[in-house]
């Protein structure tokens, strides 16, 4: 069973290009969720995808937006790249139940962003 | 506000010298409080979950704790390779938000 699958595991932007990143989750998990995640700190939360719509979303600009396609994969899209988005890009996926939508959530490996 | 706040930010231990590591929250109606492991610059790694105070839970030598203000994350006879940092992370159900802390780097010597 493939857990968590993510690319590209590196990739290097200038400012003001676009980027999209993709993650695979979990085989019988529905739910996506992206975080953004700077050297020394903990995952900041982006935004959750479940049946194809955004459901929540943290405190970051319209820049970014995602996606999420019928077979649960998702993308991460990021537009004017700015400098302070170089980070770890970490995509966790999990299978919604009831009303909770933060059960157990498992994580890819990540893509790592520099902006230059 | 909902907060989580890890403690202490930083551990270095002896191979075998047991110690905790501590997650305290203030969150609006608790949910669910979750513990991973991530190596550097890989993503996290699912540990535990613990719903309700008094509730434990053990891997190997890792025992998760929970009461109603603090979870603690006790390291038995550490091995070198659980050096890592260990994140908490609780979900506040009345503000439908899962609130992370900053993690603990725990650096174990042979």
């Known amino acids: 069973d493939a857990g968590v699958t993510q690319s590209p595991t590196h990739l290097i932007k200038t400012r003001g290009q676009q980027v999209t990143l993709r993650c695979s989750p979990k085989?019988?998990?529905?739910?996506v969720s992206w975080y953004q995640q700077a050297l020394g700190q903990g995952p900041q939360f982006i935004f959750q995808y479940y049946e194809e719509e955004e459901r929540q979303r943290g405190n970051f600009p319209d820049r970014f937006s995602g996606h999420q396609f019928p077979n649960y994969s998702s993308e991460l899209n990021v537009n004017a790249l700015l400098l302070g988005d170089s980070a770890l890009y970490l995509c966790?996926?999990?299978?919604?139940?009831?009303?909770?939508?933060?059960?157990?959530?498992?994580f890819g490996p990540g893509t790592r962003l520099t902006v230059l | 506000e909902d907060q989580v706040t890890q403690s202490p930010e930083a551990l270095r231990l002896q191979e075998g010298e047991s110690s905790s590591l501590n997650c305290s929250y203030t969150?609006?109606?608790?949910?669910?409080l979750f513990w991973y492991r991530q190596d550097p610059g890989k993503g996290p790694e699912f540990l535990f979950t613990l719903y309700s105070a008094g509730e434990e839970k053990e891997k190997e030598r890792l025992k998760a704790t929970l009461t109603k203000k603090e979870s603690f994350l006790h390291i038995t006879a550490p091995k070198p390779e659980d050096s890592a940092t260990y994140l908490c992370a609780v979900y506040a159900g009345n503000n439908r938000k899962l609130i992370w802390g900053l993690g603990t780097s725990l650096a174990v010597n042979p």
């Open positions: 969150v609006s109606g608790l949910r669910g």
């Open positions: 966790a996926s999990s299978q919604r139940t009831g009303r909770s939508s933060y059960n157990e959530q498992f």
């Open positions: 085989s019988g998990h529905d739910t």
